[in-house]
């Protein structure tokens, strides 16, 4: 390991040693971007999904740059997703996976060469995405961006990417026990219940409302009482909180 990052380890084993679950959220994410920080990764994301990674519904999802957060909206307003390769090599690699977008918009064409074209334009250039696995089945995706002067062939780098892959473990650890810490009885009533089911498949309230032979308001009325009762703002979260709680499968 290279001279200025040993330097830098009796801070991040303090850092380490500092993430705990009892600590608020904002105090975690701060102490998660300074471990980053400290490594070279001034710039990351960090998203957590329910053990069926088809279902692709986040948990939580942080950004350290005004960029990455003008860059993942357009990501998603432009619907990249079926159309990134990176992101569907790194669901089925348990070892990092280094990407160069200059690279990859040589090698591909059509929306996918557009993908690494928009993002060269937001200034993003490589970088290494990692799946990281917690021991009650939900994962997180962890993406570095690489600085300029970076070469992923050496070897400080390389020990760079294994730290962040232990910090951003130690961190998914420590979100799904301050998310089962935080967790109170949920009472749902059956119809409820069924509304839950539904929601889980990914149908729409008009679809949902059909199969349960009631009206789109009375759906909708069920879904805000869910999402009430389990204090989230989606229905994505709803859902990955029921599963948690065993009161749905997906």
């Known amino acids: 390991m ?23 959220w904002p105090e975690l994410e701060h102490i998660f971007t300074a471990a980053m920080d400290l490594i070279g990764f001034k710039e990351f994301v960090f998203t957590v999904y329910t053990e069926d990674f088809s279902q692709s519904q986040e948990t939580a999802y942080h950004t350290h740059s005004k960029t990455l957060e003008a860059w993942f909206e357009h990501f998603w307003k432009t619907d990249y997703d079926a159309h990134d390769p990176i992101g569907q090599k790194v669901r089925t690699s348990n070892f990092p996976v280094l990407w160069d977008l200059t690279e990859l918009a040589e090698q591909y064409t ?23 696995y917690a021991a009650n089945g939900q994962f997180a995706i962890l ?10 062939e050496d070897l400080h780098v390389k020990h760079r990417i294994y730290l962040a892959t232990l910090i951003g473990k130690l961190y998914l650890d420590v979100v799904n026990e301050k998310l089962l810490k935080s ?24 679809v949902l409302a059909e199969q349960l032979h009631i009206s789109e308001r009375t759906a909708n009325f069920h879904i805000e009482n869910i999402k009430f009762k389990f204090n ?10 029921a599963a948690s709680l065993g009161l749905i499968r997906l």
């Open 2 to 24: 290279d001279a200025a990052l040993s330097q830098e380890l009796p801070q991040l084993f303090r850092l380490f040693d500092s993430i705990k679950s009892e600590l608020p």
């Open 110 to 132: 059509g929306k996918t060469r557009r993908l690494f074209l928009d993002a060269i334009a937001f200034g993003l250039q490589a970088g290494f995405s990692q799946a990281l």
């Open 143 to 152: 993406v570095g961006y690489f600085q300029k002067k970076d070469n992923p």
């Open 183 to 206: 967790t109170k009885p949920v009472n749902l009533t059956k119809r409820e219940l069924q509304v839950l089911q539904l929601m889980a498949q990914s149908l729409t309230t008009k």
């Open 232 to 241: 989230v703002n989606g229905k994505q979260q709803a859902i990955i909180k």
